[in-house]
């Protein structure tokens, strides 16, 4: 499997500065296990031939599609995003005003080779499909990373956990020393226990490739209306209902496919 890409632009930054600000966290569900490093690759260096695929999502829904509705009774978004009583942490619902309707959950047309339960992430569009039978998927909308923090090329789902643990980098805590003040002391180092104010939300997914720790992750967000954004340090941030959707129907070993900026353009039917 090729390694995965990031290129990182921020303008003047050394290579050992970008690789103290890549990757969303350093969390690590396997304490035995320290994770390589990144690899940094030159800004003007393409995505591997790998990791294009014949499919990159066009544009956002149009009005044909099935998708949630907001409801004018509840004020929350219907259906999929209401509260999640059965959750050992609150999962509140999600409101109108909290998330672009273009971003919402959706099953539509996907034309691709990528085999059934293959996930392939769109950064240029903030989507996620999970690829499904008959040539269709979900879509959902996410988060990515922001510039400086973008990477393209292929990965597998380790591990998976719910309401996981966060461990912030040395680097963030540097950079945000409030951050000090709701870390402990944890199975693998400071960090935060999981609930619902932790930052990678009701569940995650690590990325790895071979042995190595990507430190890339698909979570959920306690912040929902950055979905649809640029937004994170390089990992995936989904709205916590879509997320524990996603991960109920993910089994470890799962590929991860995510497009660079040269994938082919899609053939994606909004019905």
Not at 152 to 168: F, H, L, N, R, V
Not at 226 to 235: D, F, K, M, N, R
Request: aromatic fraction near 6%.
């Amino acid at each position: 499997m090729p390694d995965l890409n990031r290129r990182i632009v921020i303008a003047g930054a050394t290579a050992s500065a970008a690789l103290g600000l890549a990757g969303c966290v350093s969390t690590n569900p396997n304490p035995s296990f320290q994770a390589g490093a990144p690899v940094i690759v030159p800004p003007t260096q393409a995505p591997p031939p790998a990791a294009v695929v014949e499919t990159t999502p066009l544009a956002p829904p149009d009005t044909n599609e099935t998708v949630a509705v907001a409801d004018a009774d509840t004020k929350t978004v219907g259906g999929v995003y209401g509260a999640v009583p059965s959750e050992p942490f609150p999962v509140p619902a999600v409101k109108p005003s909290e998330i672009n309707r273009a971003f919402v959950r959706a099953n539509v047309a996907y034309v691709t080779k990528e085999p059934p339960g293959t996930i392939v992430v769109d950064p240029g569009h903030h989507y996620l499909y999970h690829v499904e039978e008959g040539g269709r998927a979900t879509r959902y909308g996410v988060g990515v990373g922001k510039e400086g923090f973008v990477w393209a090329g292929e990965a597998t789902i380790k591990s998976k956990q719910e309401w996981p643990d966060w461990y912030p980098p040395k680097e963030m805590i540097e950079r945000k020393p409030e951050l000090k003040k709701v870390m402990s002391a944890l199975q693998s180092g400071e960090g935060m226990h999981g609930g619902p104010k932790n930052p990678l939300g009701a569940r995650a997914m690590y990325l790895w490739q071979g042995n190595k720790d990507t430190l890339f992750r698909i979570h959920g967000t306690v912040e929902p209306w950055t979905i649809g954004q640029s937004v994170s340090s390089g990992c995936i941030r989904m709205i916590n209902q879509d997320v524990i959707d996603l991960y109920s129907k993910t089994p470890v070993g799962t590929r991860v496919v995510v497009l660079g900026s040269s994938s082919k353009a899609a053939k994606v039917a909004h019905n």
